[in-house]
């Protein structure tokens, strides 16, 4: 069965301070992709990256980064220099096993809330 | 290009009435799926139609939900018999032609209250 964790529910911080939200995820399969979604008060979710088993190299997109490890099945996001706009339940998901591709099995979201 | 969209954005129904969802995938996006976003059971899968193939309902919470996709493009998602534990956001996505795991892109989402 596959599970996505993501421990904290909320995590408040002043503008300008990173974050970094923690992600870990369980499955069986050798072969699986793993999505951050950003999902902010207007309520639509909206893709942050995708990331498959077999590519373990971080990632750095403006202030967006991503650590993926294998090792410990984590898959952090970090923002550096937090701005309010970035305000919003974050989701870290999973897309796993054969019969099980089109089911991206959601953690319970990270509410960030960034105060000036 | 246009995104996915959904209608309605919202509706409010009575108890025991039938509600039809509505879900326009992004053009060229040959799977689609449906969730369903509720405070207390976080983002639910619902269903999954990818291509020609038979749907995977291994989501649908019971007999009462139903969806069906019209020539593989527009999916229309029922809800029969509403009950109040259905009130929830219908989230739909879809996704473009691609082996496995590909990025779901999500609409806006039908926000239902059943009263």
């Known amino acids: 069965a596959q599970k996505v964790t993501q421990a904290q529910t909320e995590i408040s911080v002043v503008e300008k301070e990173d974050v970094t939200l923690d992600c870990v995820y369980e499955?069986?399969?050798?072969?699986?992709?793993l999505f951050w979604y950003k999902q902010p008060p207007s309520g639509e979710l909206v893709f942050l990256i995708r990331r498959n088993s077999f590519d373990e190299q971080n990632e750095i997109s403006g202030r967006y980064s991503w650590n993926f490890q294998k090792s410990t099945s984590s898959f952090n996001f970090t923002i550096t220099a937090s701005q309010v706009v970035d305000s919003a339940v974050y989701f870290c998901a999973l897309s796993a096993g054969t019969d099980s591709w089109g089911k991206l099995q959601f953690g319970a979201g990270t509410q960030v809330v960034v105060t000036p | 290009g246009a995104g996915v969209s959904q209608s309605p954005s919202n509706k409010v129904t009575e108890k025991g009435k039938d509600v039809e969802l509505r879900c326009d995938p992004i053009s060229g996006h040959t799977a689609l799926y449906w969730y369903r976003q509720s405070l207390g059971q976080g983002l639910e899968f619902l269903i999954y139609f990818q291509g020609n193939s038979a749907p995977d309902k291994s989501g649908l919470p019971s007999d009462r939900f139903s969806a069906e996709r019209t020539g593989g493009s527009v999916s229309t998602l029922t809800i029969q018999r509403t009950q109040q534990e259905d009130s929830a956001v219908y989230l739909c996505a879809s996704s473009p032609p691609g082996l496995v795991g590909e990025t779901q892109y999500f609409g806006p989402g039908t926000r239902l209250l059943v009263l």
């Open positions: 499955t069986r399969d050798t072969t699986y992709y």
